[in-house]
């Protein structure tokens, strides 16, 4: 055979290292699973904190537990905090994105806010990061990824029908429009923070984005925090505000993390969709309210959505 007529072996195509690979369903999903619990339980835990501590003044004391236990967690595991000085700018962009402007807009337009709202605005942030990824050209969904997001949003529709219903009171709509932006914002971070998760373990970025964020937070809220009456918060109040720090930011946190580094972002924040069926069996379980069967199917349809797009392939 002449030289010219063998075939010539061309050197494959190095995978990107921001897009993963789909997988089947494993830990990482247990985890995530276990963060939509986590994160269902917050959403009622911070709506009954404010009676007793204002959420200027939850939201520092929250992020100076969350972001000193994280910090000693990642010294105390990996004994490092180095980042190459070329990545900084966008582990502080992640950081403000995430942390410094999302915080305020989601827990202000909570207060302000039904949690039918909140449930369903939250539910646009896997259309939300998948939009982002496609722009960016990283991890562009297949067909039956977006199928699986328009299904989840749409079991998101049927929970909040079988329950309270959606409203578009005008008391509520400026809480809806920072819960819209505040997933948005929470989107972009998941975009933003995956490049750095190429190159650094998910508690890293976790820990540092985190901390950035918080500091202007932890700085705004000083004088309430100083001004705010403590001896009336009771032992219920500050284990809701210890369990908020540490399990919703911490915990929750690193999860989240971990499943964008693992399954990518758009997949990732499809487990925010469960959230509203979390709460409708908290409260069957816990304030006896009746799981209709617009909420029974809403939850199937979500389980369905997840599936599918939790299994779609990605292209670059």
Not at 166 to 189: C, E, K, P, T
Not at 258 to 287: E, F
């Amino acid at each position: 055979m002449t030289p010219s007529s063998k075939s010539i072996a061309l050197p494959p195509t190095a995978p990107d290292p921001t897009v993963p690979a789909p997988v089947k369903f494993g830990l990482i999903d247990l985890a995530l699973l276990a963060m939509t619990v986590i994160w269902g339980v917050n959403a009622v835990v911070v709506k009954a904190i404010y009676v007793q501590i204002p959420p200027l003044v939850f939201m520092s004391v929250r992020f100076v537990i969350a972001g000193s236990l994280l910090l000693a967690i990642l010294w105390g595991t990996e004994r490092s905090m180095h980042i190459d000085r070329k990545d900084w700018l966008l582990l502080i962009a992640a950081g403000m994105v995430g942390t410094g402007l999302y915080q305020p807009l989601f827990l202000s337009g909570l207060a302000m806010t039904t949690a039918s709202n909140t449930a369903l605005l939250i539910a646009t942030s896997p259309a939300f990061v998948a939009l982002l990824n496609r722009l960016t050209g990283r991890e562009v969904l297949s067909p039956r990824g977006w199928i699986g997001i328009a299904l989840t949003l749409a079991g998101v529709l049927l929970i909040i029908e079988g329950g309270a219903g959606f409203s578009l009171a005008s008391q509520s709509l400026l809480g809806d429009v920072m819960i819209l932006l505040g997933s948005f914002l929470w989107a972009s971070y998941a975009v933003l923070a995956a490049p750095l998760m190429a190159r650094y373990s998910p508690l890293r970025v976790t820990a540092l984005t985190t901390s950035i964020g918080a500091a202007p937070l932890i700085l705004l809220g000083l004088p309430a925090v100083a001004a705010h009456d403590w001896h009336q918060v009771t032992i219920g109040g500050w284990s809701a505000l210890f369990y908020s720090a540490v399990f919703a930011i911490v915990i929750g946190y690193i999860i989240w993390n971990n499943g964008v580094k693992k399954i990518g972002g758009a997949r990732t924040a499809l487990y925010n969709n469960l959230i509203p069926v979390i709460g409708a069996i908290s409260a069957a379980l816990i304030l006896g309210e009746a799981l209709t069967p617009l909420k029974i199917g809403g939850a199937a349809v979500i389980f369905a959505g997840l599936h599918l797009a939790r299994t779609a392939r990605v292209r670059v």
